[in-house]
């Protein structure tokens, strides 16, 4: 079996944070989102990967090389403008050859692994297997209906009128008669190859097509408040390992992870909170649910229920939470004597400030 991740995306929904990085590579937990993908496939024994990008292809690679370093082969496949999950298909035909696949799309998080779900797929070799969970609100997904014997009957693209529950999450398993339903269908209305239509071409030919529901934690990261909620998920199961140096006027909690070379002076680190290498904090309180990036500078702050990417530094603020803060970011209360704020902001940036 292989693997087809898509990480092609705008990623508009996570402006302006990617217009200068791709939405696959927001880390969680100090971690891009890609790097918790791959990481899954891998766990069932996947280890030749295909990644689909777009204009952020060298950026994709640089950070996430070429999988020598974690025993898989990652191979690069380039879509010039986004045609839709099925078209990733057909320009993926020669990487995939006739083996079976996963397919899987590049700013989901599944942390719960999605192994018991490969195992079905692999023992009963359907022709088609989606994963599935139940919603709350189906309209904004596909949706997936089932006959009275569970075998998917029907597939719907965000219903205004929902008869399933069911939600498509992007974890698709494939045998190689999806290429023939992809060269069958056409594009859309909004112009693009749908995956579902190919996967209902499956279906209305006779195909056996079955869903799995998966009942673990999920969440597609595709904007700022989700990124937060999967960060504070993530952390909540972390195991404390203490690398950097902790002065002896600080208090660490046992949830709590701090990279080599980091520097705790004069602060409380409230877990759970995972802190990357080479940071220093100083007279601070970071937590809870905070990630704090690699090289980053924190003095005299409060930090909480945020991620703060690499290199950033932040001074002299308190209260800040339920923030993300840009790689090499910069944020202060400045030098002036009367009380004002000072911002620097980019296009669809959202900012509060206290009244």
């Known amino acids: 079996m292989k693997a087809l991740v898509l990480s092609g995306g705008s990623g508009t929904r996570?402006?302006?944070?990617?217009?200068?990085?791709?939405?696959?590579?927001?880390?969680?937990?100090?971690?891009?989102?890609?790097?918790?993908?791959?990481?899954?496939?891998?766990?069932?024994?996947?280890?030749?990967?295909?990644?689909?990008?777009?204009?952020?292809?060298?950026?994709?690679?640089?950070?996430?090389?070429?999988?020598?370093?974690?025993?898989?082969?990652?191979?690069?496949?380039?879509?010039?403008?986004?045609?839709?999950?099925?078209?990733?298909?057909?320009?993926?035909?020669?990487?995939?050859?006739?083996?079976?696949?996963?397919?899987?799309?590049?700013?989901?998080?599944?942390?719960?692994?999605?192994?018991?779900?490969?195992?079905?797929?692999?023992?009963?070799?359907?022709?088609?297997?989606?994963?599935?969970?139940?919603?709350?609100d189906p309209r904004a997904f596909g949706v997936v209906e089932l006959d009275s014997e569970g075998n998917v009957e029907r597939l719907v693209e965000k219903p205004q009128q929902p008869r399933s529950d069911l939600a498509l999450i992007g974890v698709y398993f494939f045998t190689s008669a999806i290429h023939e339903a992809v060269a069958s269908i056409e594009p859309s209305a909004r112009g693009e190859l749908e995956i579902t239509d190919a996967i209902q071409w499956l279906v209305t030919n006779g195909a056996d097509v079955r869903a799995s529901e998966y009942s673990g934690y999920w969440k597609d990261t595709g904007n700022v408040d989700d990124v937060l909620e999967c960060n504070r998920h993530l952390l909540s199961r972390l195991r404390p390992e203490i690398a950097g140096d902790v002065d002896a006027v600080s208090q660490v909690d046992d949830q709590v992870v701090i990279g080599a070379g980091a520097r705790i002076v004069r602060s409380r680190i409230e877990g759970p909170v995972i802190i990357g290498e080479n940071t220093v904090i100083e007279d601070s309180h970071i937590g809870p649910y905070a990630s704090i990036g690699r090289d980053c500078v924190l003095n005299s702050s409060a930090v909480s229920d945020s991620i703060v990417l690499d290199r950033a530094e932040i001074s002299g603020v308190q209260g800040l939470r339920s923030s993300l803060i840009g790689r090499d970011a910069k944020v202060g209360t400045g030098n002036w004597n009367t009380p004002h704020h000072r911002l620097v902001v980019g296009d669809f940036t959202r900012v509060e400030v206290a009244a």
């Open 14 to 136: 996570l402006r302006p944070f990617s217009y200068s990085m791709p939405k696959q590579l927001v880390p969680i937990a100090n971690k891009p989102v890609l790097a918790h993908v791959l990481q899954n496939i891998k766990n069932i024994g996947v280890t030749e990967i295909g990644v689909i990008v777009g204009d952020w292809a060298p950026e994709i690679s640089d950070v996430m090389g070429y999988g020598a370093q974690c025993g898989t082969q990652v191979t690069y496949i380039r879509q010039d403008r986004p045609l839709g999950l099925a078209h990733c298909v057909d320009i993926a035909r020669d990487f995939l050859g006739d083996d079976d696949f996963v397919m899987y799309l590049g700013d989901n998080m599944l942390p719960d692994g999605i192994t018991a779900i490969a195992d079905e797929f692999r023992a009963n070799r359907p022709t088609a297997q989606v994963v599935v969970h139940k919603v709350a």
